[in-house]
């Protein structure tokens, strides 16, 4: 006889529900305007940050940060700067505790992301600058580049 949820053996299947996305803050600078808007000999030094963050809210929902901090230019040559705080609220359901982290770290972000980019692009579009699409970011390798430096700080601190 199948079980009620098309999975035999009775194990119900994982799920990550997104129940809310929501811009926490947002900043955009264009603090040489309207000079910044002249048009530029070359591309100017792009550089951005990426970070996650999570908190708990009940037994399996949380809110997963993702925050893009950016600019283009640097000290007095600023042409912008941008900071975004992407939220969302996931509940996750069925996925064994010892996944938990990782999908929160990983997958979460990976579902906002498209969306952070989108407004960041508009920001910057709306600074009088063409639009910055952001490339894609490899949450994994982030989350494993966060994993080896916490381990590595407490090695060391073992030592």
Do not use: W
């Not at 893009?68 to 069925?94: M, P």
Request: glycine share 8%; net charge negative.
């Amino acid at each position: 006889m199948a079980e009620a949820n098309g999975v035999g053996g009775g194990v119900a299947a994982p799920q990550i529900n997104a129940l809310a996305q929501y811009a926490k803050d947002l900043s955009f600078e264009n603090p040489n305007a309207p000079q910044s808007l002249a048009p530029q000999e070359r591309g100017p030094n792009i550089s951005v940050q990426v970070n996650v963050n999570a908190q708990q809210l009940a037994e399996t929902d949380f809110e997963v940060q993702l925050k893009l901090e950016g600019s283009a230019g640097e000290g007095s040559n600023t042409l912008f700067k941008f900071e975004l705080e992407y939220c969302g609220v996931f509940r996750l359901i069925n996925i064994p505790q010892e996944q938990i982290h990782p999908v929160i770290m990983i997958e979460c972000p990976r579902i906002l992301f498209p969306f952070a980019r989108q407004i960041v692009a508009d920001a910057v579009r709306n600074g009088g600058f063409p639009p910055l699409y952001l490339d894609p970011v490899d949450f994994a390798a982030l989350y494993m580049q966060r994993v080896a430096e916490a381990q590595g700080q407490a090695s060391g601190s073992i030592a």
